[in-house]
Antibody
Framework: QPHLQESGPGLVKPSETLSLVCTVS??????????WGWIRQSPGRGLEWIGS???????YMNPSLRSRVTISEHTSKNQISLRLKSVTAADTAVYYC??????????????WGQGALVTVSS | DIRLTQSPSFLSASVGDRVTITCRAS??????LAWYQQMPGKAPTLLIY???TLQTGVPSRFSGSGSGTEFTLTITSLQPDDFATYYC????????FGGGTKVEI
């Protein structure tokens, strides 16, 4: 069973860039059977998908966040990273790393990280 | 854009009750729906995918049904561990979640 662990700063200033890393153990980010993604959750916005990346590096983004998001895969480290630029208080949320077997019918998340709370505040 | 509406938003129940939660899609989505359970302070966990397929390890008191625009999650004989928030999710090229149903004692 894979274990997903998010890490990164818990406090980010407005207008700056939020950066998180998801380290995967017990599985490989280069496994062609899976996609790796980021989902966030806040009281006001519920569960919101940010985007996902395939083993080949193809990214799929939430259109509402696409202009501010970069998701990358770092195969040598078995990590996925998230960068969200120009953050505001509305980006305050718990950020989850997630694995899903595919898109469309396979887009269910079968493994989640424990989540990382990121607060945007000066 | 497809929207998912869960009802009710809150549900009060007792141990042993049969509970049904509904998720309605604004357009037909075939059987492309999943259900999750989330305990306070924890990440969601997958219960059901493809509308009715039980994820490995999930107790059989959980079941899902429906297709098209209306889906249900049923918990027969509610257990103490089942008091949680439940979410539906549309399975597509993007991941879209419903607003959640909190099951309270």
């Amino acid at each position: 069973q894979p274990h997903l662990q998010e890490s990164g700063p818990g406090l980010v200033k407005p207008s700056e860039t939020l950066s998180l890393v998801c380290t995967v153990s017990g599985g490989s980010t280069s496994d062609s059977s899976y996609y790796w993604g980021w989902i966030r959750q806040s009281p006001g916005r519920g569960l919101e998908w940010i985007g996902s990346i395939s083993y080949s590096g193809t990214t799929y983004m939430n259109p509402s966040l696409r202009s501010r998001v970069t998701i990358s895969e770092h195969t040598s480290k078995n990590q996925i990273s998230l960068r969200l630029k120009s953050v505001t208080a509305a980006d305050t949320a718990v950020y989850y790393c997630a694995r899903h077997p595919g898109l469309y019918g396979g887009a269910y998340v079968d493994h989640w990280g424990q989540g990382a709370l990121v607060t945007v505040s000066s | 854009d497809i929207r998912l509406t869960q009802s009710p938003s809150f549900l009060s129940a007792s141990v042993g009750d049969r509970v049904t939660i509904t998720c309605r899609a604004s357009q037909g989505i075939y059987n492309n729906l999943a259900w999750y359970q989330q305990m306070p302070g924890k990440a969601p966990t997958l219960l059901i995918y493809a509308a009715s397929t039980l994820q490995t390890g999930v107790p059989s008191r959980f079941s899902g049904s429906g297709s098209g625009t209306e889906f249900t999650l049923t918990i027969t004989s509610l257990q103490p561990d089942d008091f949680a928030t439940y979410y539906c999710q549309h399975l597509n090229s993007y991941l879209l979640f419903g607003g959640g149903t909190k099951v309270e004692i």
